[in-house]
Each structure stands twice: as structure tokens, then as C-alpha cells.
């Protein structure tokens, strides 16, 4: 078990291209989730899987926003048309359907810069 | 939005002292987790307690639940220059939802 792991690490890109990142969450965890973290600012809730379904998205997540669990295991996070604004550290979570835990398994993030 | 409010913003202590720090939140919970994130990095679980409880302690952690002044605090013991990080509180809110809704956090530096 490597935990949760984000690639890549870093990425720059000018403002109107399109991005993509990944996400492989701890083996076996049924549950996957995406939050958007701006310097100097906590968390915020982006979207949430459970297996290949998307069960909650949050307002912030604009039409420019997609994301996919397609067979269950990783995620990706594609934002098209980038601003300036979509500047933040992208995070990837996950955790085990059962069991009754509830605490969530980061990985170390994709920080997105727009010029 | 942000779920509440932690405080203080940044805190700096010297090594040994103790660490407090508060979180207050605004809707009904089902539990609260406190959350460190060292510099740039992903953020690594503490501890978690769950509303019907008050108090929970883990190492050198102390965790308080107030649910009718819905606030929490962490309290860090014989504080290490290995502590300093931001801490976040988290909610994980009633009626099955999924998501955590973070606070702002509280920067902490120990000095040696």
C-alpha cells in the first residue's frame, strides 16, 4: 500500500489550454474525492465518487470541470479552457466503503499554476 | 465557502510549550477531524471524534467537541520543531454526506 498518489506533481500552463490530472487512490478504497486548496486557504470540496459513480458535485465545479472514476480505480480531473483563477493545489482523497472509519487518505497534490 | 472559523490564523511557540488552537463550525455534524499539512504537501489525518463525544486524546493530542457551541479545539503537548505545519479542522456533516468541509486552518511554528 503506496497510499494515494497525484500526478503530476506540478503543472504550468497558459491561461486557455487544457489540463488533465490523475489520481490513484489506496487500493480497494471505494470512495474518492477531489478538493481545490488556494494559498492560505483550507480545502474545498470539488466532487466525490463511490466506484464509477459521481455522486456529489460541488457548485465550484463549472462546466469547464470534469472529472471521471471510469473503471473504479483512478480518477481524472480535466479542466478545459484554464484561467488564472484555476491557480490552486488540485487534492485527491480517498477511503474505504466499509468499516465505519471516516477519515479521508490525501494524496500530496497537483499544483496548477496559470499564466 | 469554508465550514467556519479556526483561531488563531498563526500561532509560534517555542519548543516544549503547549499548542492550542480552535475551530468553530456552523451546521450539525456527524464527526470532526483535525488534519495537519506540512509545507506545499498533501494533509495527513490526526484524530477524529465523533458528536456524541467530548473529549479524545491520541499521543501528545487532546481533542474537545462543544456541539452546543459548536466548537472544538486541539491542544498539542510538549510541542517538537517536527510540529510546525498548518492544522485544519474538518466536518463531516449529518445526513450522509460525503464531503469534509475544512476550515482556514491555523499556521503553527515551534521554535527551537
Known amino acids: 500500500d503506496t497510499g494515494v498518489s497525484q500526478n503530476p506533481r506540478h503543472k504550468i500552463t497558459k491561461r486557455g489550454q487544457n489540463v488533465t490530472f490523475r489520481c490513484d487512490p489506496i487500493s480497494e478504497h471505494n470512495r474518492l474525492y477531489w478538493y481545490r486548496q488556494t494559498l492560505g486557504q483550507g480545502p474545498e470540496f470539488l466532487t466525490y465518487?463511490?466506484?464509477?459513480?459521481?455522486?456529489?458535485k460541488s457548485r465550484l465545479l463549472s462546466d469547464r470541470f470534469s472529472a471521471e472514476r471510469p473503471k473504479g480505480s483512478f480518477s481524472t480531473l480535466e479542466i478545459q479552457r484554464t484561467e488564472q483563477g484555476d491557480s490552486a493545489m488540485y487534492l485527491c482523497?480517498?477511503?474505504?466503503?466499509?468499516?465505519?472509519?471516516?477519515?479521508?487518505?490525501f494524496g500530496p497534490g497537483t499544483r496548477l499554476t496559470v499564466l | 465557502s469554508q465550514q467556519g472559523e479556526e483561531d488563531p490564523q498563526a500561532l509560534s511557540i517555542q519548543e516544549g510549550e503547549n499548542a492550542t488552537m480552535n475551530c468553530s463550525y456552523k451546521?450539525?455534524?456527524?464527526?470532526l477531524q483535525w488534519y495537519r499539512q506540512n509545507s506545499g504537501r498533501g494533509l495527513v489525518h490526526l484524530i477524529l471524534i465523533r458528536s456524541n463525544e467530548r473529549e479524545k486524546h491520541s499521543g501528545r493530542l487532546r481533542v474537545t467537541l462543544d456541539t452546543s457551541k459548536k466548537s472544538s479545539s486541539l491542544l498539542i503537548t510538549a510541542s517538537r520543531a517536527a510540529d510546525t505545519a498548518s492544522y485544519f479542522c474538518a466536518t463531516g456533516p449529518e445526513g450522509g454526506a460525503q464531503k469534509l468541509v475544512f476550515g482556514q486552518g491555523t499556521r503553527l511554528t515551534i521554535n527551537p
Open positions: 465518487f463511490q466506484n464509477e459513480a459521481q455522486l456529489e
Open positions: 482523497a480517498s477511503r474505504p466503503l466499509a468499516g465505519g472509519r471516516n477519515e479521508q487518505f
Open positions: 451546521t450539525s455534524i456527524n464527526n
